[in-house]
């Protein structure tokens, strides 16, 4: 949930499951950058918004794993320490060491998937900024080629209202002194 996934395509019964590579199949249907007008750059530079891939869900792969990986392991070292006993605690223990060597195992494969996949949503970010800067560019481009637009009518503010009589008086001789009525 905490990965944004809106862009992905996956259809099961065409049996399509892209693991690391995103399939996005807008891609033929949309025209060059160059070939862009400024409204569809600004479009596609909200749309490459919407779609930026996060670091949510590899780092929040990796937390649970590396949770999973100490409680289990925790739970391994209680069996290990029940051991010496005998009778009801035997089972115990077994039971302690399968149930921790088991969440150990689920963590470390949790923990391996979040490393491996933090460490391809590190390119596809690089990727998507450098597209994102390349629109940028496009629309900055477009933008010094247009001319300024027409000067309209200068809108000339009132001048201030003048202040009441009396309001205030400067005594000579002094430095400022205000006195307000």
Do not use: C
Request: charged share 20%.
């Amino acid at each position: 949930m905490a990965d944004n996934v809106s862009s992905r395509n996956v259809a099961l019964s065409e049996a399509r499951l892209p693991l690391l590579f995103v399939i996005d199949e807008d891609d033929d249907k949309r025209p060059s950058i160059d070939a862009m007008t400024r409204e569809q750059l600004v479009s596609e530079l909200r749309r490459l918004d919407e779609t930026r891939p996060s670091l949510g869900g590899p780092i929040a792969a990796m937390s649970v794993g590396a949770v999973l990986a100490i409680v289990g392991g925790s739970l391994a070292f209680v069996g290990v320490s029940v051991i010496g006993f005998s009778g009801s605690a035997q089972i115990l223990t077994y039971a302690l060491l399968g149930l921790g060597g088991a969440i150990v195992i689920v963590g470390a494969i949790l923990l391996l998937v979040g490393t491996i996949k933090l460490a391809t949503r590190f390119g596809a970010i690089a990727a998507h900024r450098d597209e994102t800067d390349e629109v940028q560019k496009r629309i900055d481009a477009i933008d010094q080629k247009l001319p300024p637009p027409p000067p309209g009518p200068e809108m000339l503010l009132p001048p201030p209202p003048p202040p009441p009589p009396q309001a205030s008086r400067l005594i000579p001789g002094s430095m400022a002194t205000l006195m307000t009525f």
